[in-house]
Every structure is written in C-alpha cells, then in structure tokens.
C-alpha cells in the first residue's frame, strides 16, 4: 500500500462533503489513507474504532455516496479516481476482484454500481430515537 494519498479539493470542498459533521469527514480521510490503490479498504469498522467514529459517521459516507458498501463488509471510496491517479509502474491491482467487478464509473470518474442485484449496504446497527 502507498505511504501517500491525495484528496482532490473539488470533492472536500463541496457542500455536500462540508455539511458533514467533522467526525464523518475525519473518517472519510481515514479511509482514504488506508485504502489500496483501486480505494479499497477491507477494515473500515477497525478505522472507525481506531478514531473513536461511530455507525452514524459511516452510514453518512454511505447515504451522501462516499462510500459503497459490499456484503462482505469491504468498502470503497467513490471519488477514489478523482482523487488518485496511480502511476502504472507504482499500480498495485486490488485483490478485491468480485467487488471490483461489480463496479463502473460515470462521466465524472466516480465509482457507481454496475448492476442492481448485488447486496450492498452499511450493515450497522440502527438506533431509533
């Protein structure tokens, strides 16, 4: 994995991305870091424990589309392409290929679901009230 990450300001400059509360943006930057080079992360609950984030901060990524989410509880970062570009001497290929393979990008380079029937979604507990 890179020791180095870029994050694109047309992204975290965004009001979309700065109607976050602060934890939610902080865990945004976590994940980046962390993730291969196709922004896979294969451990994001540890990254949140690790910032002291909770299941809220995630499922905000999630619902403002920041993250995809798979069932096999691998995330990855959906501007990752906007934000990175990886030398093809320095590319790493990701060893998540079913998640991988599940996805496209649109006209801007973000990541989008290819298809409808995989099962995505943060799996967190849901508190009411």
């Known amino acids: 994995m890179a020791e180095r990450r870029m994050f694109a300001k047309s992204i975290i400059d965004s009001d ?33 424990k690790m910032i002291n984030a909770n299941d809220d901060d995630m499922r905000i990524l999630f619902a403002k589309k920041f993250i995809i989410t798979f069932a096999s509880g691998v995330i990855v ?3 990752w392409r ?3 570009y990886i030398q093809k001497d320095r ?6 290929h079913q998640e991988k393979a ?7 380079n973000v990541y989008t679901l290819d298809t409808e029937c ?5 799996a967190g507990k849901v508190r009411l009230g």
């Open 16 to 48: 979309l991305f700065l109607d976050m509360p602060i934890s939610s943006q902080c865990l945004y930057f976590h994940l980046g870091i962390r993730a291969d080079d196709d922004g896979f992360v294969n451990n994001p609950k540890k990254i949140a």
């Open 77 to 79: 970062i959906s501007h």
């Open 82 to 84: 906007v934000h990175n």
């Open 91 to 96: 590319y790493k290929p990701t060893t998540f």
């Open 102 to 108: 599940v996805l496209g990008t649109d006209t801007n």
């Open 118 to 122: 995989v099962q995505v979604g943060y």
